[in-house]
């Protein structure tokens, strides 16, 4: 596999020696010439899911505020991205909320600094002779799951909407053909992911399948988190506000040129992967509304509202002890950010 200048590979950090890594970490930070550089671990391989943060390497937009991004793919048999920023391997990691408090709850000092999705991919898909719209919908039905810990999430919906917990559920895969065979009646899903499959299949959304987000059913969380180590924030807080201001700058193009967004992935960043063509040109049309669903969103920030929500509900349900919003978080990086973009 080709990688793109700023890639920076995994297996390049395993090889190192301590020697090396500490001079790596000497030449990084001690030298005030040129841009700060900051290495993102992705939790994916590169496909359309990073199309704004690759738009902002190739046009420039990071070292426009004084950074040089850098990036570790993800992807099968590479190391989580928390574990990758504890060991100093990265600056900045893309996480969700779950591994992000189990991660506070081992000792790290984390700090989330943004959120990719300003309205969650997360969903669950019926058909259409059983649709589930609303909450009361669930009500009866037998609900598709990728693991126990989701009972949670329909259990917190049903809670909100003052509904009993009146359904059952079955374990199933990452694909929505059970659905369709009539194994459940809804199936959780991403909004940019499985729906692509069924399309596939000739069925239309909205008439022979309904997607419903969580966050119309009253779920309201975030996802596509972007955190960082409370050091490096403290140390290098222009390089992060700068990295952010970047990032930003470079969703927002994407979301205005989506035709510039594919390409980026397909014919750069992502060209050596063997990705479908059709499959990321239609979840990069998925995923826009949700990154952006309004022209003024504030693109990247944090909602204190939210995490003290039913994000919470849920974490203390699975047994986590969530600390304070302001222990965690830093919601003036993206105030910082946007304030250089204005």
Excluded: C
């Amino acid at each position: 596999m080709k990688f793109a200048s700023n890639v920076v590979p995994r297996r390049a950090f395993i090889q190192m020696g301590a020697g090396a890594a500490a001079f790596a970490g000497f030449s990084r930070f001690s030298f005030a010439a040129g841009p700060a550089r900051v290495t993102t671990a992705n939790g994916w391989v590169s496909n359309v899911q990073y199309s704004g943060f690759f738009l902002g390497i190739e046009r420039g937009y990071f070292e426009e505020f004084g950074v040089k991004a850098e990036f570790l793919p993800g992807g099968p048999n590479t190391p989580d991205t928390l574990v990758s920023l504890s060991a100093g391997q990265a600056e900045i990691a893309t996480a969700n909320w779950l591994p992000f408090i189990d991660a506070v709850q081992k000792g790290n000092d984390f700090v989330l600094i943004g959120a990719q999705w300003a309205k969650s991919p997360a969903a669950v898909m019926s058909m259409a002779k059983k649709p589930l719209l609303k909450p009361k919908d669930i009500l009866g039905m037998k609900i598709l799951i990728q693991k126990p810990s989701d009972a949670q999430i329909i259990d917190a919906i049903l809670d909100g909407a003052g509904l009993p917990h009146d359904y059952t559920t079955a374990p199933t895969g990452f694909s929505p053909e059970p659905l369709i065979a009539g194994d459940g009646d809804a199936y959780l899903a991403f909004a940019t992911n499985q729906p692509i499959t069924l399309e596939k299949m000739g069925l239309v959304a909205g008439k022979d399948f309904h997607v419903t987000l969580l966050d119309d059913l009253g779920y309201h969380v975030t996802q596509g988190l972007y955190l960082t180590t409370r050091k490096y924030l403290t140390e290098n807080r222009a390089a992060v506000v700068g990295y952010m201001a970047g990032m930003i700058k470079g969703w927002k193009a994407a979301v205005a040129e989506p035709e510039a967004a594919l390409d980026v992935v397909l014919n750069n960043y992502g060209a050596d992967l063997g990705l479908d063509a059709a499959q990321q040109k239609r979840q990069n049309e998925l995923q826009m509304p949700l990154v952006a669903p309004a022209p003024d969103t504030r693109l990247f920030a944090l909602t204190p509202s939210v995490f003290t929500g039913p994000m919470t509900v849920v974490a203390k349900a699975a047994g986590r002890t969530v600390p304070d919003f302001e222990k965690i978080a830093d919601t003036t990086v993206v105030d910082d950010a946007l304030a250089k973009l204005a």
